[in-house]
């Protein structure tokens, strides 16, 4: 026990708060202080998604101009799912699609799937051997059509500068479901600028659509916020354990990203460098996001057998110049 304080909180912690107003009213917000300068929120209405993330007061995430929007308001026709999409540092898209809006399979299927407009069942936290964890349950499910489950953890080092997300997807369903899921992880100002650098261990970047193509010299340039700016995405693809690191020299603060790419195999770089709208994706994920029609054609839609999960883990290393 520490002799110089009166409760862990006044270092490091779990609290749980409830907004008060507009369209988040009434959801459920985990703050979490490791004490050491990471601090980030969890939002339980919503997948337990990351709604703000900060190291050292610095901010690293877009917040997008909804603000926050409880389920209820959910839109899931067509590219309804922008009415809702607050982005924050994680947005999850799946498990039954994600991507653009398709036909597939006689299912219709808005943008970026439901998960991320479920609330958990579940959330509980506590503090092991010097570890913090936030552990969540998630359902995704339609009657007749699909039931999904999603059990999440956070891992979090009180005094440390690391954060691990481990998921696990399982079909508790009696049929083989289609399975999809991106991270859409959305870096923002402060820590994103035309100063910050991106660094992909890529073997190859392949251009979304034609617009991509024409910029591909500059994927990896991050401009300032421009008028009129017009979002692409790059695809890139890399083998064995990823790497991915962003850091601006700026702010002296950043991030590395590792995953296993067996788990999740494609990472797409979004690029929406717009004045307001300035954000860029940097999304690990078990397909690229042209919809789930597009993926089957290609031979790369994942399905999950009754019982069976799959489970997948990434690990933040937030970085700070000495």
């Known amino acids: 026990m520490n002799p110089y304080i009166g409760h862990t909180s006044q270092l490091y912690g779990v609290e749980e708060h409830r907004l008060v107003g507009g369209k988040g009213d009434g959801m459920r917000l985990f703050q979490v202080r490791n004490g050491a300068g990471l601090e980030f929120t969890v939002s339980a209405d919503r997948a337990c998604d990351l709604s703000r993330l900060s190291f050292d007061g610095v901010n690293f995430g877009y917040?997008?101009?909804t603000g926050y929007v409880a389920p209820a308001?959910?839109?899931?026709?067509?590219?309804?799912?922008?009415k809702s999409f607050t982005a924050g540092f994680l947005t999850t898209c799946g498990l039954f699609s994600f991507g653009e809006p398709c036909e597939d399979g006689g299912d219709t299927l808005g943008l970026h799937g439901t998960i991320s407009q479920v609330p958990a069942e579940q959330v509980s936290w506590w503090e092991k051997d010097g570890v913090i964890h936030i552990k969540a349950l998630i359902r995704d499910t339609m009657t007749?059509?699909?039931?999904?489950?999603?059990?999440?953890?956070?891992?979090?080092?009180?005094?440390?500068?690391?954060?691990?997300i481990?998921?696990?997807?399982?079909n508790l369903g009696p049929a083989e479901v289609p399975y999809q899921i991106l991270y859409h992880f959305n870096v923002g100002y402060p820590l994103l600028s035309e100063k910050a650098k991106l660094t992909v261990p890529t073997e190859k970047v392949t251009p979304q659509n034609q617009h991509a193509a024409d910029h591909i010299a500059t994927w990896q340039t991050i401009e300032p916020p421009t008028k009129g700016y017009e979002e692409m995405c790059f695809y890139h693809t890399m083998s064995g354990r990823a790497k991915v690191t962003l850091f601006n020299p700026d702010v002296q603060k950043g991030f590395t990203m590792e995953y296993d790419t067996e788990a999740l195999p494609c990472f797409t770089q979004w690029k929406m460098m717009g004045e307001r709208d300035y954000v860029m994706g940097v999304e690990p994920g078990n397909g690229t996001p042209d919809g789930r029609k597009v993926m089957r054609e290609?031979?790369?839609?994942?399905?999950l057998q009754p019982g069976e999960s799959a489970e997948q883990s990434i690990t933040f290393t937030f970085l700070r110049e000495e």
């Open 144 to 164: 007749l059509s699909y039931e999904m489950l999603l059990e999440r953890e956070y891992l979090v080092p009180v005094g440390g500068n690391t954060m691990t």
């Open 73 to 82: 308001y959910y839109d899931k026709e067509g590219a309804g799912f922008l």
């Open 298 to 303: 290609r031979g790369m839609l994942k399905f």
């Open 63 to 65: 917040f997008g101009p």
């Open 166 to 170: 481990v998921d696990r997807v399982t």
